[in-house]
């Protein structure tokens, strides 16, 4: 584990993404990351409007892309998976 590289997850937190609910998935993100000791492994961080809005909430985790995340809970998983690889 020590010596890899931090994983970065980038959240759109421009208005539309925000108004389909980005807030939750912030707050989901956040207590993920505190309950797990995961700080030292995932810098979050958020982004302005990525000019996808139709199909937001947005998030991306190094360079993959996610999009019409509607479920706080399924933040978590994809995390974890991408913690994994
Ligand atoms: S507000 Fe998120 S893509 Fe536009």
């Known amino acids: 584990m020590a010596g ?15 108004a389909r609910g980005n807030a939750g998935i912030l707050m989901s993100l956040e207590e993920f990351v505190e ?29 993959k892309e996610y999009s019409g995340i509607s479920d706080p809970d399924a933040v978590a998983d994809i995390i974890r998976k991408a913690l994994e690889e």
């Open 35 to 63: 309950q797990n000791g995961l700080s030292d492994r995932v810098d979050l961080e958020g982004h302005l409007c990525l000019g996808k809005c139709n199909s937001g909430p947005h998030m991306t985790i190094g360079d």
């Open 4 to 18: 890899k590289e931090k994983l970065r997850v980038e959240l759109c937190m421009g208005s539309s993404c925000f």
